[in-house]
């Protein structure tokens, strides 16, 4: 980004002046770098900027220190005294313009960066294009770039396409915990007046997905999953169950049901939804930026296309909500011996880094990583599918695609 025609109009770096790690970066301009500023509490970077066309256009680069305002005092103070030698390293790679300092996500729109812009040219010696920076000149350039990059409307549209599709998406149950039942011990009694279940019934076997009726939600659970079945008339989880009983779980694994023999019928129907990859759990260290880059050792869960963490495996256990969370829909992942560095649709251009105990562990967490984010965009498809199918679905959608782009890259 630091050409005029670079593919990145912005970059943030963590505060390390000396390896000026990665956090965060995009070609979608301001409508980008806004959902970003909050992922990290102290970043640094770059923003270029284009004013105007042909002859009086202008190309500005912008030094940008996000600084979130939830950070305490001291550690403020602390990244303050850190900013002059970030500001010497960055500008070793490209000179500038303006300092500019985003508190929060409020800071980061057009007229707030172009005011500062303005405020910082006047005040140079030489200033001959202070009156060429404005909004409307901006959004000039701007539209220009959109008719020269028409693939720019197309990648910001699938990105609202995709974004959109995330919201509806809920975490699953951490892989620690163990789900509930859905209904009391009393009301889930079979009747017992058969011991054993005679009659053949085919019934869906274990790891099969299904749809199926909940009793306590009045309605039909889309990611049910048969996990247990018994043969025989038992006790499970509190409940007598006859022969062919099936325990189905829901809600992200975090509920059950037992379902009868004589209910499977009326009750379940096969799912044709994409099969989730195997889960992976275990440490990694993330990397974090306050007042300066430290890494530490967090509990990670890869579930259903999303990777969590906390603090530790107990906090896990206990059903805490998670510190971070990724869906790793349009990932984008390199891995570097131990280390991987992450985007995705959801992180808005922001970049994590994990450090995996060795290399080998590291490349494990990359694979499965990849077969999530091929999950995730199965399971894009099929709703996508399954809503094309829909009247409602064709009749309620207003805005086309180069709309929803446009929207998009109001800001580039």
Partial sequence: MAKEDGSWDWALVGPDPETLPITGGGSVGLEELHGAAVGHANSFGLLRLHF??????RCKWVFLHVCVASMAVKERGQAMAIEPKMHKAIHAIRSFSARVQLL???????????????????????????????????????????????ELVEIAADRCENLEHIRNIEPPSPVVVEPEAALPC????????????????????????????????????????????VSELCLRDGVQCLA??????????????????HQTADRMR????PRPPEHM???????????????HTRYFELKDGFL??????????QGQEAKGSVYVLGMRLTRKNQTLRMQAECTHGTIYSFEAPSAMQAMAWANTLWEHAGYCEAVRDFKEGR?????????????????????AINGL
């Avoid at 053949?200 to 990611?223: H, Q, Y």
């Avoid at 969590?308 to 256990?317: I, M, Y």
Wanted: proline share 3%.
């Fill in 52 to 57: 105007g066309t042909g002859s009086s256009a």
């Fill in 104 to 150: 929060s996500q409020a800071d980061c729109t057009v007229e707030w960066i172009v005011d500062q812009l303005q405020g910082a040219l006047r005040h140079q010696v030489q200033d001959t294009d202070s009156e060429f920076i404005s909004v409307t000149n901006y959004f000039t350039a701007a539209e220009e770039r959109k008719l020269r990059n028409p």
């Fill in 308 to 317: 969590q963490w906390w603090d530790t495996e107990q906090s896990a256990c």
């Fill in 281 to 295: 759990c275990g440490e990694l260290s993330k990397e974090t930026h306050g007042w300066l880059a430290y890494w």
């Fill in 270 to 273: 096969p799912s044709s939804r």
């Fill in 244 to 261: 062919g009983s099936l325990k189905v779980v829901f809600g992200g694994g975090s509920t059950f049901e037992w379902i009868l023999p």
């Fill in 387 to 407: 809503a094309a199918r829909s009247d409602a679905f064709k009749h309620n959608r207003f805005r086309t695609k180069e709309t929803l782009g446009r929207e």
């Fill in 186 to 229: 009393a009301k889930s009694l079979p009747d017992l007046s058969q011991k054993k279940q005679r009659k053949k019934i085919k019934l869906p076997r274990v790891g099969d997905l299904v749809e199926f009726f909940s009793l306590r939600n009045k309605a039909w659970m889309l990611d049910g999953k048969v996990v247990e079945a």
